[in-house]
């Protein structure tokens, strides 16, 4: 989304969910390994909660911000040229960190939980199974809802279509034989189109009931806590409660006016996608260190695994304004349309 256009609660709510995004990564790192013997149960069962509504909460705001960004309400036209160059600048970082993502796994393979070799590296690259999942599904979901949105077809049954493909990649997620990038691209797609009509439609924000979704809330959290199995209902529910805690927190930071105003959330989720793109580097290396040093401390130990990350990875995001190498890694559209503006204006001079 352009600085000039953004919309200081949706940033603020990029910001919390990217918290839990380092949080639930490092989390797993040591959940992973069982290494706290006796807070692994309570760690597992935070580690799990957090995956149950983190990245469709992720997925949905990058919906959201992906019609703000190029729909004209006004024109009621889609700017496909910007959508295209988007869609360039995430394939080329993409390319750049999941290259280097697998590399650095299969040269400390005994650093790392999942370890990599020759074939499975040259597979993720264009098949991902890794972190970089999100940038692979969210390069199809730009260009698949840009057509969608072209066709204007109505919105309920986009969205009655998409809740339905999800309820049934819940229904059979366990069985389904694919890499993450291909079971996270069916199973999130209705939370990326949420994320789109609750911004695209007053109407269906208007009839959105928070206490329905706070009960739906309450009721799933009790079920967790206590441990109680729907057998084969499990993933449907689990869907029902993400968009539980999407709905409530859209709802909260959207009609709060005090999320309107820079913050620290709002701060961090404007360095969001930098901070998604770097933090397990700084997460897997905290991780190592305290194996080796076999420190037990369970709360200082998740709090630097988080907190540190996320120092680390908005000064990269604050860096990126000012050094030119980050800014071409980050922003590479930019220089390639500088490139080109370059070359066409000098043809033009000649």
């Known amino acids: 989304m352009d600085n000039a256009k953004r919309i200081e609660w949706l ?7 990217i918290i839990f995004v380092v949080l639930g990564h490092a989390l797993l790192g040591f959940v992973e390994i069982d290494f706290f013997d006796e ?9 799990i909660w957090i995956y149950k509504w983190h990245m469709p909460l992720f997925l949905s705001l990058s919906g959201t911000a ?7 309400r006004r024109q009621d036209s889609i ?7 988007q869609v360039l600048n995430l394939f080329i970082i993409y390319f750049i960190f999941q290259i280097s993502l697998c590399t650095l796994k299969y040269v400390f393979n005994i650093f790392v939980s999942n370890q990599m070799t020759i074939s499975n590296l040259i597979i993720n690259i264009f098949y991902p ?27 309920k049954y986009i969205f009655l279509f998409t809740i339905g493909l999800s309820i049934i990649i819940g229904i059979f997620y366990s069985n389904i034989n694919a890499r993450i990038c291909l079971k996270n691209l069916l199973n999130y797609m209705s939370f990326f189109y949420f994320g789109i009509y609750f911004i695209k439609s ?16 309450i009721i799933l959290s009790i079920s967790y806590i206590f441990s109680i199995d729907f057998k084969s209902f499990n993933n449907v529910l689990d869907i029902l409660y993400a968009y539980s805690i999407i709905i409530i927190l859209y709802k909260c930071f959207s009609n709060y ?31 190592n260190i305290v194996i080796f040093m076999e420190i037990k401390n369970v709360i ?51």
Not at 203 to 212: A, G, H, L, Q, S
């Open 129 to 155: 199974d890794t972190l970089m999942w999100y940038l692979w599904v969210l390069i199809v979901y730009y260009i698949l809802f840009m057509f969608v949105l072209m066709m204007n077809i109505d919105d």
């Open 202 to 217: 007053n109407k269906f924000k208007k009839n959105i009931n928070i206490i329905v979704a706070i009960t739906i809330f």
């Open 11 to 17: 940033d603020s709510l990029k910001g919390l969910a």
């Open 257 to 287: 006016q005090i999320l309107n105003k820079k913050n620290i959330l709002s701060k961090l989720g404007k360095g969001s996608l930098v901070i998604y793109l770097f933090h397990t580097y700084f997460v897997t290396i905290i991780k």
């Open 79 to 85: 700017n496909y040229r910007k959508i295209l160059k």
């Open 300 to 350: 200082p130990v998740v709090c630097i695994a988080t907190i540190l990350p996320l120092i680390l990875t908005y000064c990269i995001y604050q860096l990126s304004g000012k050094l030119k190498v980050l800014n071409v890694l980050l922003h590479p559209i930019k220089y390639i349309d500088t490139y080109y503006y370059k070359i066409r204006s000098s043809d033009i001079n000649e």
């Open 39 to 47: 807070n692994i149960i309570i760690l597992k069962t935070i580690q």
């Open 66 to 72: 992906f019609y703000l960004s190029n729909f004209n």
